[in-house]
C-alpha cells in the first residue's frame, strides 16, 4: 500500500512541497481565501500543501477539544481539508472568510459522524445554499472575517465569555458547564442567550454602518 | 408566506450547531431554518464565532505523513457519493405543500390519536425519551389543557393555532418546557405541526387524562 501511494505522489508532488517553502518569502501568500481561490481555478498543488499546513494542526486540536481522539481529531482534520480540495469552486469570499467556510466545513464533518458513523464525505455542494433574494437579515454576515468576531468576543462580560467559549471549545451540555462553573444552568442559558444577541446585535449594527458608508460614498 | 414571528431559542440553536441534539430534535431545527432567514444568520454567525476560536488555538501536530498523504488523497479519483434516495411520502402527506427536510426524512404509518387527530412518528432510533412525531389536527379543534414535563418543541408546517402567548403560523416555532402549560386553539384550516418532545405531556383534564394512553403522546 506504502509505496502504491508513493507511485501517486510521484517526484512532482516533492517538489512541489518544496515550492511552497520557497514562496514563503517571494510573492504575497499566506491569504487563505488567496489560496482557496488557486485551488478552486487552477487545482494548485501548493496552494494546498500551505492551506493544509496552517489550518489542519488547527482543526485537530479543535477537534480534541470537542471530544475526539487524538487519531479521530487527525483523520477528521485530513476529511474536512480533503472536502476543501474538492469543494473549492463553491467557495464565495463574498459570502465567508477561508477560516469560516473551512470551520463550517470540518463542523458539518463532526456532526455527521456523530450522527451516522460511516457517512462522511458527502457534504452537500454548497453548505450555504443561495439565500432567497431579499431575504432579511442575510446581508449582514458571511463577509465579515473570524477576527471581528474575535473583536466582538473582546466586549462580552468575562462570564458571558467564559460559557460561548466553553460551549464552542468543549463537548459540554449546559448541564455539564453548569457544574463546572457552579452556577444554575438557567444561569448558564440566559448568560449564553445575552451573549449570542450581543454579538448578533454588534454584527448588524457594523452591517449598516457599512452599507451606509458604501451609500454616502456613492451619492 | 407571511414572516416568522416566534423563532428558536438560541440555546436550541447552538446544540443543533454543535451536534447536541437528537435525530427529531435536528429534524425540526433544520425545517425551521428551511423556512427561517433569522435563524440562518444566526447558525452563519456560529460559525464564524467557532472560526475566530479556530484562529486563536494552539495547533497540535499533525503526524510526520500527514501531508504526504493529503496530497496522495487529492490525486485519487473522487468515488461517486452514493445516491441518496428519499424515502417514498406516505399516502396521508401527499398533496400536502411540505418542506423539503419534512418529506426527506422518514415517518411511520399513522395512526388516530382522537378523533380528528392524527398522529405519525419519525422512523429513528429511540433516543431516550425523546417522541418526535407529526400531528394533524382539524381546523376548529382545541386541544386539552395540559403542561409539559421536559422540553416540547412545536413547528407549524400547515394550517395555524394559537395559545394564550400568541398565534403560530406556518414556520412559526413555540416551545414548551416544564411547568408551562396551555389549551392550543386550531384556526379554521386543518393544522399540521412537527412535534419534537423529551418527554411525555402532561394532560390536566380527565378528557385528556383519558385520551393520552391511546394518542401515545
Given at each position: 500500500m506504502s509505496f502504491d501511494r508513493d507511485d501517486l505522489i510521484g517526484s512532482s508532488t516533492r517538489m512541489i512541497v518544496a515550492e511552497t517553502g520557497l514562496s514563503r518569502g517571494g510573492?504575497?501568500?499566506?491569504?487563505?481565501?488567496?489560496?482557496?481561490?488557486?485551488?478552486?481555478?487552477?487545482r494548485d498543488r501548493a496552494a494546498y500543501a500551505q492551506l493544509?499546513?496552517?489550518?489542519?494542526?488547527?482543526?485537530?486540536?479543535?477537534m480534541m477539544g470537542r471530544g475526539l481522539t487524538a487519531i479521530e481529531a487527525e483523520d477528521l482534520a485530513q476529511d474536512a481539508l480533503l472536502n476543501v480540495w474538492r469543494k473549492a469552486s463553491y467557495f464565495d469570499?463574498?459570502?465567508?472568510?477561508?477560516?469560516?467556510w473551512i470551520y463550517s466545513i470540518a463542523r458539518n464533518l463532526h456532526i455527521d459522524g456523530l450522527r451516522k458513523q460511516k457517512r462522511a464525505q458527502t457534504l452537500p455542494e454548497?453548505?450555504?445554499?443561495?439565500?432567497?433574494?431579499?431575504?432579511?437579515?442575510?446581508?449582514?454576515?458571511?463577509?465579515?472575517?473570524a477576527k471581528?468576531?474575535?473583536v466582538l468576543m473582546q466586549t462580552l462580560s468575562p462570564e458571558q465569555?467564559?460559557?460561548v467559549r466553553l460551549s464552542f471549545f468543549e463537548d459540554l451540555s449546559h448541564g455539564d458547564i453548569a457544574q463546572a462553573l457552579s452556577i444554575p444552568l438557567g444561569t448558564v442559558k440566559s448568560r449564553l442567550r445575552l451573549a449570542l444577541l450581543r454579538l448578533r446585535a454588534a454584527f448588524e449594527t457594523r452591517a449598516e454602518s457599512k452599507s451606509a458608508k458604501i451609500e454616502s460614498k456613492s451619492v | 408566506m407571511t414572516a416568522i414571528n416566534h423563532h428558536l431559542d438560541e440555546v436550541i440553536l447552538l446544540d443543533y450547531h454543535r451536534g447536541r441534539l437528537n435525530a427529531g430534535q435536528s429534524l425540526l431545527v433544520e425545517t425551521h431554518l428551511?423556512?427561517?432567514?433569522?435563524?440562518?444568520t444566526s447558525l452563519r454567525l456560529f460559525?464564524?464565532?467557532?472560526?475566530?476560536?479556530?484562529?486563536?488555538?494552539v495547533p497540535v501536530d499533525m503526524a510526520d505523513d500527514a501531508l504526504e498523504l493529503a496530497l496522495a488523497r487529492i490525486e485519487r479519483p473522487e468515488e461517486a457519493p452514493e445516491p441518496r434516495v428519499a424515502p417514498e411520502l406516505p399516502a396521508y402527506l401527499k398533496g400536502i405543500d411540505l418542506p423539503e427536510s419534512v418529506r426527506a426524512a422518514a415517518f411511520k404509518p399513522r395512526y388516530w390519536g382522537a378523533p380528528g387527530v392524527w398522529m405519525a412518528h419519525l422512523d429513528a432510533p429511540k433516543d431516550g425519551r425523546g417522541l418526535t412525531y407529526l400531528m394533524h389536527v382539524k381546523g376548529g379543534m382545541q386541544m386539552p389543557v395540559h403542561d409539559h414535563q421536559g422540553l416540547e418543541m412545536t413547528l407549524v408546517l400547515t394550517g395555524c393555532f394559537s395559545d394564550d402567548r400568541g398565534a403560530y403560523h406556518p414556520g412559526d416555532c413555540v416551545s414548551c418546557d416544564e411547568g408551562d402549560h396551555h389549551s392550543p386553539l386550531i384556526a379554521a384550516d386543518d393544522c399540521l405541526c412537527l412535534i419534537a418532545a423529551n418527554a411525555p405531556i402532561a394532560p390536566k383534564t380527565l378528557l385528556g387524562k383519558l385520551l393520552q394512553p391511546f394518542a401515545r403522546i
Open positions: 510573492r504575497p501568500v499566506g491569504v487563505p481565501e488567496a489560496l482557496i481561490l488557486r485551488i478552486a481555478e487552477g493544509f499546513s496552517q489550518y489542519a494542526p488547527k482543526l485537530k486540536a479543535f469570499p463574498s459570502k465567508a472568510s477561508a477560516t469560516t454548497d453548505l450555504w445554499a443561495p439565500e432567497p433574494e431579499q431575504a432579511p437579515d442575510t446581508h449582514l454576515i458571511g463577509v465579515q472575517d471581528t468576531i474575535g465569555r467564559e460559557v | 428551511e423556512m427561517c432567514p433569522h435563524c440562518r460559525d464564524a464565532i467557532g472560526a475566530s476560536m479556530l484562529e486563536d488555538i
